[in-house]
């Protein structure tokens, strides 16, 4: 079973000031799935909180997926790719560059997406937007991806 942990990253959310719709999605994704949620946080737009949560969850070998959702724009306090490099042992670009693609489809701005995705250990670690529909894409995309990255992952390289 894929274990997925999911990092809203947002200061209103984290404020209590706006609802978390696309943690409801990212949720409902992964049990759509029959996956493990195996943690939820929301926090602050703040580099280092971000940082420090993704390290602990990859360090710990507590998800084998580990989505943050928001702070991927041009914002002043979009601060998530920044936070997330520090962690990212390696890079996945491949995986950033098909969810902007698929974004790209509906969006003309999803070019102004700055998320990363990387690997820590044995966790594949992806940042997508905040907003709910630009979640829903990802996750599309995502769900062909995570099953065979979390084999890899985890040490299933053979190949038939």
């Known amino acids: 079973m894929i274990r997925v942990a999911v990092l809203t990253v947002s200061d209103g959310v984290a404020a209590g000031v706006r609802r978390d719709t696309s943690a409801d999605a990212a949720v409902g994704w992964v049990a759509h799935h029959g996956w493990s949620l195996v ?40 601060v998530t790719p920044e936070a997330t490099a520090p962690v990212i042992e390696r890079q996945a670009p491949g995986v950033a560059e098909a969810l902007r693609a698929a974004g790209n489809e509906t969006t003309r701005f999803a070019a102004l997406g700055r998320g990363l995705a990387g690997i820590r250990g044995k966790a594949l670690i992806v940042n ?26 985890g040490g299933r390289t053979e190949h038939s």
């Open 39 to 78: 943690e939820h946080r929301i926090v602050p737009d703040e580099a280092a909180v971000i940082t420090a949560a993704l390290a602990e969850w990859a360090d710990r070998g507590a998800a084998d997926l580990i989505i943050t959702l928001g702070g991927t724009g041009f914002g002043p306090r979009d």
């Open 128 to 153: 997508l937007p905040g907003s709910e529909n630009a979640v829903r894409q990802g996750l599309a995309v995502l769900e062909e991806i995570v099953p065979h990255a979390a084999e890899l992952l």
